[in-house]
């Protein structure tokens, strides 16, 4: 034993790595595959399902608050003396915004 580990604690070492190895390579192998199966399962939704009433099938729609022009007017006050265009807080100032209908899948 000169400058080494001992024997003993290099064997719960080694047997510790196992253990964690064999744990992360399940849980590894269980989340690729519960991806695959909902990938599939997405897949065969999406070819037959209907398309969405609301956004037809787009997956967006024109934002309902800035109607489309990406900004609002808002005053911090009702100060109709005070009134500031700010970027819309609906969409970002994209002009269109995720359908919640179909949460922007474009289908039921």
Do not use: H
């Not at 022009?69 to 969409?91: K, R």
């Amino acid at each position: 034993m000169m400058g080494g580990v001992p024997q003993p604690l290099r064997a719960i070492g080694a047997a510790a790595a196992v253990i964690f190895g064999g744990m992360l390579g399940l849980s590894l192998a269980s989340s690729i595959t519960v991806r695959a199966i909902r990938a599939a399962a997405e897949a065969k939704r999406k070819t037959v399902a209907l398309p969405c009433g609301v956004c037809r099938g787009k997956g967006f729609y024109i934002c309902k608050l800035c109607k489309g022009n990406s900004t609002i007017q808002w005053s911090p006050l009702y100060d109709p003396v005070a009134i500031n265009p700010c970027v819309c807080p609906t969409c970002d100032g994209n002009r269109v915004q995720k359908c919640l209908n179909c949460l922007g899948k474009g289908y039921n």
